[in-house]
């Protein structure tokens, strides 16, 4: 009987080590936790990112899958031999034509003015958010961009959000937070 209920216990010694339950030395495992290196290196990500928009800007232009559409001079059709047709246009005059995040892809909308780019707008992608803009913190922005040109809070229905604008040339790019580590979307306009 002693010999069967030591081989129940390393029976389940042994199915606590392979399950993970606890190590060999007999401790439990601590919860995992997303190591300094593995956030360092998607800050750095996120930096590249904000750092990314900086100088297109100062074209009217956006980095990436839009880049060479310009503010004020690409044409709906322009947008649509780049990116395509939006999975939902706008409905009027004033509506944005959505492109949706998809499997990395970032999301963009896009409204217009007499056929031309009015407004474009960077919502990042959804996989891997905090590489992307998902990473961008206000503090961030700050640190490596300086003091904005503009600041405000915006209601959008019931979020109140930070509009933090930068002058880029003739052209105004501005951040969109739903709080100080929250970045929304980016946003391009003609100042």
Not at 3 to 24: D, E, M, R, S
Not at 151 to 161: A, Y
């Amino acid at each position: 009987m002693k010999h069967l209920i030591q081989l129940a216990g390393a029976a389940f010694f042994t199915a606590a080590i392979t399950l993970n339950f606890i190590g060999a030395a007999g401790q439990p495992f601590a919860p995992q936790t997303v190591s300094a290196a593995a956030a360092s290196s998607d800050q750095a990500q996120a930096l590249k990112t904000l750092n990314s928009f900086y100088k297109p800007a100062l074209k009217g232009q956006f980095p990436g899958a839009v880049a060479d559409l310009t503010v004020g001079v690409s044409t709906r059709q322009d947008v649509q031999e780049k990116i395509g047709k939006p999975d939902s246009p706008g409905k009027d005059s004033d509506a944005f034509d959505v492109y949706n995040a998809e499997m990395g892809h970032p999301g963009y909308t896009v409204s217009y003015k007499k056929d031309r780019i009015r407004e474009i707008r960077y919502f990042g992608t959804n996989v891997e958010r905090q590489t992307n803009i998902g990473g961008i913190t206000l503090q961030m922005l700050v640190h490596n961009w300086g003091k904005p040109n503009a600041s405000k809070t915006i209601k959008n229905g019931k979020l109140i959000q930070k509009k933090i604008v930068y002058n880029r040339g003739d052209y105004a790019l501005s951040f969109i937070f739903n709080d100080n580590a929250h970045l929304d979307h980016i946003n391009l306009t003609v100042k």
